[in-house]
């Protein structure tokens, strides 16, 4: 499977982006989809999942309450609204697989890059201060 990802840029402090990461089998709408994010020198760092079902979702605290994920099963389709961006949040992005397929329609997605099985090239965001 491909994952593409793509809406990266530069963008001001306080400013917005939108990332959408497409997959290329079909079947990915029966895994978890999730966006981890790596910093020059930094270890990469989970942003945000949803479960198969797109019921269920899970932030880091770092970016509750600013940033959205959401998916389009018909589409492959994974996507993470950025509002008030802040400096600390450039990083290279990359969308991912989960590991396991479907179970609960409620069942939470997982946080671990370990849980997470194939990867996309990731894209870049860059913020200004």
């Known amino acids: 499977v491909q994952l593409q990802a793509s809406g990266g840029g530069l963008v001001q402090a306080g400013g917005s982006l939108r990332l959408s990461c497409v997959a290329s089998e079909r079947w990915s709408a029966n895994y978890a989809m999730g966006w981890f994010r790596q910093a020059p020198g930094k270890e990469r760092e989970f942003v945000a999942a949803?479960?198969?079902?797109?019921?269920?979702?899970n932030y880091a605290d770092s970016v509750k309450g600013r940033f959205t994920i959401s998916r389009d099963n018909a589409k492959n389709s994974v996507s993470l609204q950025m509002n008030s961006l802040k400096p600390e949040d450039a990083a290279v992005y990359y969308c991912?697989?989960?590991?396991?397929?479907?179970?609960?329609?409620?069942?939470?997605?997982?946080?671990?890059?370990?849980?997470?099985?194939?990867w996309g090239q990731g894209t870049l965001v860059t913020v200004s201060s």
């Open positions: 991912a697989i989960g590991r396991n397929s479907r179970g609960s329609r409620y069942l939470p997605p997982p946080s671990g890059a370990n849980e997470y099985e194939y």
């Open positions: 949803i479960n198969w079902s797109g019921i269920t979702t």
